[in-house]
């Protein structure tokens, strides 16, 4: 609340009644981009201020506050409050506007006391939040640093940290119509934050590997395949140990077995034949047990 307070301090020095206005012409005045792209100037209001002036003239009561000062002579006759009074004025062909001198040090300060003005006259939109935001993140110091940290930022325009993240990511990522889309009010940092990472999100699922399934089985279901090899791996592994019960029982010893396991890894044999040779033994042995 640190800006709230310091607007209720200085509520006074907006229209000092020491100031002195002046009649200036209009074509005098500077109109600084940044500052004019702050805080959107409705159309509605233009024209009904312009409708008023061209009835009853430039209202001395409300006069446009020109920036002064010493330090900073390129500050002078800059535009630093009363964007909406300059266009309706233009507009309504008036030559001569009421006037009034402010002292600023810096463009920081005159930075901070042209949204504190609108702080105080009204509830600022989204979008006149992210261009304040935009410029005080571009403020530097003496230094050429970052002169002020994001929750200083945060605090001055009382936003929450996160916001003050998501406009950093929305500055950064979004296209420059979207950037104009909410700095005009059309579109919200909000839904300009979900649009960048709904996007990310459908990159990052397409740059996503897919395991291709081997040519023997490209165009087998997972489920299907997996079952098939699951049950060729089991009907293997019960006949090669039917077949060593049956070698160990016509009395072939392990170290047999072992050189037949040899040679079929080789190729000199194959599994048929192997089949074949346990008949050899079963008969040989009968033969033993007849004589």
Sequence with gaps: MKLINEIKNN???????????????????????????????????????????????????????????????????????????????????????????????????????????QLFRRNLSEGEIFNAWAALNRLTNENGKKAKSDAEIAEELQISRRQVAKMKEVEKKAAPEVLESIKSGELTVNKAYTQIKQEEAKTEESS??????????????????????????????????????????????PKELQAELAELKAGSITVESLQKSLCVPRESNEQKQTE
């Excluded at 981009?33 to 805080?39: A, K, L, N, T, V």
């Excluded at 089985?217 to 049956?246: A, I, Q, R």
């Design 11 to 117: 509520i006074k020095s907006v229209l000092n009644p020491t100031d002195k206005i002046k009649w200036m012409d209009i074509d005098k005045i500077i109109i600084d981009p940044e500052f004019e792209g702050i805080f959107i100037q409705k159309e509605n209001e233009i024209s009904n201020i312009c409708e008023n002036m061209r009835e009853k003239g430039f209202d001395p009561a409300h006069p446009i506050i020109l920036a002064h000062s010493k330090e900073h002579p390129d500050l002078n006759d800059i535009n630093a409050d009363g964007h909406t009074r300059y266009k309706a004025a233009i507009r309504a062909g008036l030559s001569k506007v009421a006037v009034i001198y402010k002292e600023f040090a810096d463009r920081e300060e005159l930075l901070k006391y042209l949204y504190r003005q």
């Design 208 to 253: 996503t590997p897919v395991i291709e399934s081997r040519e023997k089985n490209k165009d087998v279901p997972k489920s299907k395949t997996t079952k098939s090899t699951n049950m060729n791996y089991l009907k293997g592994y019960t006949e090669g140990w039917m077949y060593v019960f049956e070698s160990l029982r016509c009395g072939k010893s």
